[in-house]
C-alpha cells in the first residue's frame, strides 16, 4: 500500500473506472432536487438526471459536502502518511473550505497522517487532470510535498472550456437573462464559457454549435502544450463529445483523448447538452 491517498469532490466529474485504475476516492456533493437531498455518488444516474433536468419544474441545486463528510473520509485512510485532497474552484464552491475545516480538525486528533488541500481553481475535469498527476507522480515515488507544489503549478496551465449547446436551461437557472438567453436562442448563438482564475466567464460566442466546436478545435491547436491529453466532459450528449474528439484526432492524430459523462453536479450547473473541453495550455487566455 502506498503512503498517500488522494481525494477529489464529485465536481471532477471522475468515473467509477478511473477511481478505482488510480485508487482515488470521491467525496460527493449533495444535490437538491425537488425538496429531497441526494448524494452525488457513484450509485447516482446523471444520465437520467440530465434527461429529468430538461422536464424539471424547478432548477435543482447543489451544495458542497459538510466538513464531517471530509472528516470522516479523512478518518477512513488514517492509516497513510499523507491525503492530498483536490476541490473545486474555492470562487465557485464552498467545497474547498469544507476540506479545510476537516482538515483543521483532523489534524488536532490524528498527528500521523497529514492532510494537503488543493484549490484545483477550475471545475470538471481539470480537477481530474491534477489527479491523475498526482497518481502519476505518486507511482513514481515522490513525495507529497512535491507533488502538492507541482499540482498548485499546473493549475496556472490548465484549460478548461464548455460549450453550450442549449441554453434554455441557462436562462431557466438565472445564469442568462431572458431577454439576453431568447436573442442568443433566435440567433442559434452558442456561448463558450471558459474558466480562468477561479471562475467562470464567457469567453466567446459561436454561430451554432459546429463552429463552436471549430472555435474550441482553434483554442487547442494554438495554445495546447505539446502533447498535452485532451479531456472531454459532456452532459449526455456523447455524441457531440465524439465529434469533438474526432476532430481533435484530425487536428492532432497521436493525442490521448479521454472522455466521460459529467456527474449531477457539473450537470446542474452546465445544463444538459454541454461539452467540456480541457488540456494543459502554455498560458492562460
Known amino acids: 500500500m502506498n503512503n498517500i491517498k488522494i481525494l477529489v469532490d464529485s465536481g471532477s466529474d471522475l468515473s467509477q473506472e478511473y477511481c478505482e485504475k488510480y485508487d482515488i476516492?470521491?467525496?460527493?456533493?449533495?444535490?437538491q432536487i425537488e425538496g429531497r437531498t441526494v448524494l452525488d455518488d457513484e450509485h447516482f444516474d446523471s444520465v437520467k438526471y440530465c434527461e429529468y433536468l430538461q422536464v424539471a419544474p424547478q432548477v435543482p441545486k447543489s451544495?458542497?459536502?459538510?466538513?464531517?463528510?471530509?472528516?470522516?473520509?479523512?478518518?477512513?485512510?488514517?492509516?497513510?502518511e499523507h491525503i492530498i485532497v483536490i476541490t473545486m474552484s474555492s470562487k465557485a464552491s464552498g467545497t474547498h473550505q469544507s476540506a479545510v475545516l476537516a482538515r483543521d480538525l483532523f489534524e488536532e486528533?490524528?498527528?500521523?497522517?497529514?492532510?494537503?488541500?488543493?484549490?484545483?481553481?477550475?471545475t470538471s475535469f481539470a480537477i481530474s487532470m491534477l489527479a491523475f498527476h498526482a497518481a502519476q507522480m505518486r507511482q513514481k515515488g515522490f513525495p507529497a510535498s512535491e507533488i502538492v507544489a507541482q499540482l498548485v503549478e499546473d493549475t496556472f496551465h490548465i484549460g478548461a472550456y464548455y460549450l453550450v449547446d442549449d441554453i434554455s436551461f441557462l436562462i431557466k437557472g438565472g445564469r442568462i437573462s431572458s431577454i439576453k438567453g431568447g436573442l442568443l436562442t433566435k440567433m442559434s448563438i452558442k456561448p463558450i464559457i471558459g474558466v480562468r482564475n477561479g471562475m467562470a466567464y464567457n469567453h466567446s460566442n459561436a454561430l451554432g454549435f459546429q463552429k463552436g466546436l471549430a472555435k474550441l478545435i482553434s483554442l487547442f491547436r494554438n495554445n495546447a502544450c505539446p502533447g498535452s491529453d485532451v479531456f472531454i466532459s459532456h452532459s449526455n450528449c456523447l455524441a457531440k463529445a465524439k465529434q469533438l474528439e474526432e476532430a481533435i484526432l484530425r487536428a492532432a492524430p497521436d493525442t490521448l483523448v479521454h472522455i466521460s459523462q459529467m456527474r449531477g453536479t457539473m450537470c446542474t450547473h452546465a445544463g444538459p447538452d454541454t461539452v467540456g473541453l480541457f488540456f494543459y495550455q502554455q498560458q492562460f487566455i
Open 109 to 122: 486528533e490524528n498527528k500521523t497522517c497529514r492532510v494537503h488541500v488543493v484549490d484545483s481553481t477550475s
Open 25 to 31: 476516492t470521491v467525496v460527493p456533493l449533495h444535490l
Open 63 to 80: 451544495a458542497q459536502p459538510t466538513p464531517q463528510a471530509f472528516l470522516d473520509c479523512y478518518r477512513r485512510f488514517s492509516d497513510r
